[in-house]
């Protein structure tokens, strides 16, 4: 009756079976960013065409879906911040009850050996107790720190950081079309009269002398 009103009792959760179970979601999420990502790449190739036909309506079309295509992305992104946290305190949890089990076991051997130890091993036995106290205590202190990096994350930083991307990204498409030079000019470039090369002159002197040698001849004739 108690079954039928408070349902069966869930069995516990095997650490390992977990951390299997969350790196198998996180496997599949980015299997899923990966595909979101290339149908917004094709969507904004899609957008291009449009663009090139004059279509402004289908590439707007193209850019929306593009867009949510971006807004589910970063929704599995933070799908995956948030498994990488729980997978992190998962293990530190499970390093937790490993290190208490391996205490037990070492305080049990201490108990062994005190009972097979006589009165000439006690300044030894003390030693080694002594010993075994300052670990414990290391170790303590070494489960006292905190666990879940990613809470301790400044959001400051991280949207500083964004914007530092997006301009150095804009500042490239910005420089891109400068890196292409223009293709030269067929057209004939107009040179003023007075910056014109003196190249052709001495051609034209040589045919005034040949003129006025040719009328020195008539005259001498």
């Known amino acids: 009756m108690f079954q039928r009103v408070f349902g ?92 208490v089990d391996a205490l037990r076991t070492g305080a049990a051997a201490m108990r062994a050996m005190h009972k097979a130890t006589n009165i000439d091993d006690v300044d030894k036995t003390m030693d080694e107790i002594n010993e075994q106290t300052d670990n414990m205590k290391q170790i303590q202190e070494a489960l006292s720190a905190p666990i879940g990096a990613s809470a301790d994350f400044d959001e400051d930083e991280l949207e500083a950081e964004l914007e530092e991307l997006e301009g150095a990204e804009l500042e490239e498409q910005l420089l891109q079309p400068a890196t292409t030079a223009p293709a030269a000019s067929s057209a004939p470039v107009h040179v003023p009269a007075g910056r014109r090369p003196a190249g052709p002159i001495p051609q034209r002197n040589k045919a005034e002398e040949d003129e006025l040698a040719a009328l020195q001849a008539e005259m001498a004739l």
């Open 8 to 99: 069966k009792p869930k069995p516990d959760a095997n650490p390992l079976t977990t951390l299997d179970k969350l790196n198998e979601t996180l496997e599949m999420l980015e299997k899923k960013e990966n595909v979101l990502s290339k149908k917004a790449v094709a969507e904004v190739e899609k957008a291009k065409e449009f663009t090139r036909a004059k279509n402004k309506k289908a590439a707007i079309q193209c850019l929306k879906k593009k867009r949510l295509y971006e807004q589910q992305i970063e929704q599995l992104g933070n799908f995956q911040l948030r498994i990488h946290d729980q997978m992190i305190l998962l293990e530190g949890a499970k390093a937790t009850t490993e290190t």
